[in-house]
């Protein structure tokens, strides 16, 4: 569950930091529209959110897929391999200036790279539906297939993020400049609602368990191919539609204080703004901060499947965290205004990096609360909620605090690029850590097999066929889970002494510091 939530939250977190930067001039544009209403712009609101929430439908399915490997038991370092599917969001700052710049006049600047990408999107669900059954193993004994899932999976999360970018180009002159504050909102809402559907309403449906005890079906309601193909469908006839329907027309008004500086000038901004040296220090920092949270954040959750925990409930448990995670952010916002908005982020971080041992805890006691049916009573489910619930709080602290600091020094003349950019870094500093811990997890795992004299070891699977071939059972002694966690907490701790000083340093910096225009220099 910690996993998939980080995947959306990585994506939320863009939006958010757009609505720190443009916090005064959002709320302007907002009491404005509700003053004279959203009058033409109201279509234009309606298709910013559907074309959001088409956006998140293939996010939230590619959060389920590793909680499908798990039950079938594929390895972690399986999981390590799909976990790089996510990454196409954390990078897409490399092909970013490429949508902005190049694109046919006769189509429409964004529709030139919106259309082809949701055609793309549809066209590989239709395609996968028919096969995404053998690819996991479902109908044959063969193990799930997952190089070409992760394959699959990086490029629709490669043409969500390309579409992301169109739609987010597209958000400031379809709009008009009292109406341009819904921006925002159409992308936390319609992306978040996508997601949802992809992820927690598909593992639900999709799960027969749930559908019997909760909805009076015999079986479930969805499969993930006949999923795919519906989606697939919609992608195509709404493209379709948009294409033919919608026409672009570029706002200048709004635009003007994003200038466009073409592909080359764009990739020139980036380097100048790399070549300052608060930006390294903070780059390193970002980079390096969440390395003590890896275990906890990416192997929580499937470690909860492993203990018999059933993934649509884990999914389900989403519901009344979703809310928290889009409202709390506002709250803590309140603390960060001022000179010193990085200091929730210190606050939080030793009360986060303890949850790893709480999360821990959670895992190693969680058989003792399975019943014999196998299932797990309601009150441990209300436990695991309240755990997360205020691990979200130290979390947000942390993530509210980045935002506001990154909104305070990024130079306003190229603002869209400067925030892009650091936010990329704040993903990577993410996704790197979470794939060392999946990938590693299982070498740090020893199981030895009892029940059989000349077999002493399970820890390859050559071993463990033999031992269960002799009648023989595997036994875990030491879990790599509870050995990274305890590692990766301590180095957390470890690295609290260099991070926060740097921290402090840089937050102390004057604006100056970090321009790189020759207007604001």
């Not at 549809?122 to 193993?137: K, P």
């Not at 909104?407 to 794939?435: E, K, Q």
């Amino acid at each position: 569950m910690t996993s998939r939530r980080k995947v959306t939250n990585s994506h939320i977190n863009d939006e958010f930091a757009q609505v720190l930067q443009q916090h005064e001039e959002g709320q302007k544009g907002h009491n404005e529209a509700k003053d004279e209403g959203l009058g033409s712009d109201r279509g234009n609101v309606l298709l910013l959110l559907f074309l959001y929430v088409l956006q998140g439908i293939p996010l939230g399915l590619a959060g389920s897929i590793p909680m499908i490997l798990q039950n079938r038991h594929v390895s972690y370092k399986d999981q390590a391999t799909f976990s790089l599917s996510f990454w196409p969001f954390s990078i897409k700052l490399l092909w970013a200036p490429l949508v902005d710049s190049l694109y046919i006049n006769k189509m429409g600047r964004r529709k030139s790279w919106l259309v082809p990408a949701q055609y793309l999107i549809g066209f590989f669900m239709l395609l996968l539906s028919s096969v995404i059954n053998d690819l996991l193993g479902e109908d044959s004994q063969h193990t799930p297939n997952v190089v070409f899932i992760t394959c699959v999976f990086f490029a629709l999360n490669f043409l969500a993020a390309t579409q992301d970018i169109a739609v987010d180009g597209w958000a400031l002159t379809i709009l008009s400049r009292n109406n341009v504050g819904w921006a925002s909102t159409c992308n936390s809402v319609g992306q978040t609602a996508g997601y949802f559907m992809g992820y927690v309403v598909f593992l639900a449906l999709e799960s027969k368990d749930f559908c019997i005890n909760y909805l009076g079906q015999k079986d479930s309601l969805v499969t993930l191919p006949g999923f795919l193909y519906f989606w697939g469908i919609i992608f195509c006839i709404t493209t379709t539609a948009v294409w033919l329907l919608k026409h672009e027309k570029d706002n200048l008004e709004v635009t003007v204080d994003d200038p466009d500086f073409g592909l080359v000038g764009t990739y020139q901004i980036l380097g100048r703004i790399l070549k300052l040296r608060p930006i390294q220090d903070l780059i390193i920092v970002l980079l390096t901060c969440k390395i003590g949270f890896a275990a906890a954040d990416s192997l929580t959750g499937l470690k909860l499947i492993e203990s018999g925990v059933p993934k649509d409930r884990l999914a389900l448990l989403s519901i009344p965290l979703t809310p928290v995670q889009v409202l709390l952010p506002f709250y803590i916002s309140r603390y960060t205004a001022g000179p010193k908005p990085l200091n929730p982020f210190m606050v939080g971080y030793p009360l986060r990096l303890l949850f790893g041992f709480v999360f821990a805890g959670i895992v190693w006691i969680t058989p003792v609360f399975k019943q014999d049916d196998g299932s797990y009573p309601f009150y441990y489910y209300c436990i695991i909620v309240f755990i997360y619930l205020i691990h979200q709080v130290f979390a947000n602290c942390m993530f509210v605090g980045v935002m506001a600091f990154f909104a305070r020094i990024s130079d306003s003349s190229v603002g869209g690029t400067y925030m892009t950019l650091l936010n990329t870094f704040t993903n990577l500093g993410g996704n790197w850590p979470a794939w060392i811990a999946l990938r590693y997890v299982s070498e740090l795992t020893w199981k030895s097999c009892s029940g059989v004299v000349n077999i002493l070891s399970c820890n390859n699977k050559h071993n463990e066929e033999a031992c269960e071939s002799e009648g023989g059972v595997c036994i875990t002694d030491i879990d790599g889970y509870y050995v990274e966690s305890v590692i990766l907490v301590i180095f957390g701790f470890l690295w609290m002494k260099w991070g926060l000083k740097t921290i402090k340093r840089i937050q102390n910096l004057p604006t100056s510091a970090w321009t790189v225009s020759k207007r604001n220099g």
